[in-house]
């Protein structure tokens, strides 16, 4: 009887895969990573879409909260209320939308020239950790 043949008369089990063999499970995992791929892709949009939304409707304190009863100078710098030549605290937040529009030239809503400036200078003063601070940060990237 031959050794490599199994009593039950079945041909054994490879030691090795073939090289074909191994083709094909090289080619299968391929397309299951291929198929990861597509779902991956097809889901940045609505995310990129969600963000932009979100770009639209975040808003900047101006200033944030904990400064709220202070001043606005016209280099952006908080100052103590009633300080000459500054300008009083936004009356409400302003909106992503509204902060992209003054930053490519408008005017923020009910506010002066020089008091827009102020409030934009502010705004471009903006650190982490400062409320805002994400909101400017995102309408600084690029679409």
Same mark, same amino acid.
């Given at each position: !009887?031959?050794?490599?043949? *199994? ?6 089990? #490879? ?22 791929? $597509? ?20 808003? +900047?304190?101006? *200033?944030? *909260?904990?400064?709220?009863?202070? %001043? +606005? ?5 908080? $100052? #103590? ?6 300008? #009083?605290?936004?009356?409400? *937040? ?14 923020? #809503?009910?506010?002066? %020239?020089?008091?827009?400036?102020? %409030?934009?200078?502010? +705004? ?11 909101? %400017?940060?995102? +309408?600084? !990237?690029?679409?």
């Amino acid at each position: !009887m031959d050794k490599n043949v *199994p009593e039950n008369g079945q041909n054994p089990a #490879p030691q090795n895969s073939s090289p074909v063999r191994d083709g094909a499970a090289t080619r299968r995992r391929a397309l299951q990573l291929g198929a990861v791929g $597509v779902v991956a892709a097809v889901t940045v949009r609505p995310a990129y879409a969600q963000t932009a939304a979100s770009v639209l409707n975040c808003s +900047i304190p101006v *200033p944030d *909260p904990v400064r709220g009863g202070n %001043y +606005i100078a016209l280099d952006g710098s908080v $100052v #103590p209320a009633g300080t000459s030549g500054a300008f #009083p605290p936004a009356s409400r *937040p302003f909106t992503g939308e509204e902060v992209r529009q003054a930053l490519q030239g408008r005017s923020l #809503p009910g506010t002066g %020239y020089e008091q827009g400036q102020a %409030y934009i200078n502010y +705004i471009r003063r903006l650190r982490a950790g400062q409320n805002g601070f994400t909101c %400017y940060a995102s +309408i600084q !990237m690029p679409r």
